[in-house]
């Protein structure tokens, strides 16, 4: 007999977030306030979180390897567009709740 998933079964596909942040910048507390808002949010779907030191005003968010917000180009994200990024790639049919509006 088949498995039956639902949709309030966790993802088995592992997912990795990295928000590369400058050291230099002192960005480090922005880095895990973002971090811990995503691991909350997505506390079943991701795998993985990291926080990776960087230099040279540096505040990239990477899903699976994949660049989803970089602030040379977006400036800095708020944690509902991240979420929305996040989502659309690890968890299409989750819903954001408020942050949707």
Not at 11 to 16: A, F, V, Y
Not at 25 to 42: G, H, N, S
Not at 54 to 75: A, H, K, L, P, Y
């Amino acid at each position: 007999m088949a498995d039956v998933v639902t949709d309030t079964e966790p993802s088995h596909t592992p997912h990795r977030v990295q928000i590369e942040y400058c050291t230099q910048c002192r960005w480090l507390p922005r880095a895990a306030w973002l971090a811990q808002e995503l691991l909350t949010t997505f506390e079943t779907e991701l795998t993985e979180l990291a926080l990776k030191p960087g230099t040279g005003g540096v505040f990239v968010v990477r899903v699976d390897d994949e660049v989803v917000w970089d602030r040379r180009e977006q400036g800095f994200p708020e944690p509902t567009a991240v979420k929305r990024l996040v989502r659309d790639r690890v968890a299409p049919e989750k819903s954001l709740g408020h942050s949707e509006k």
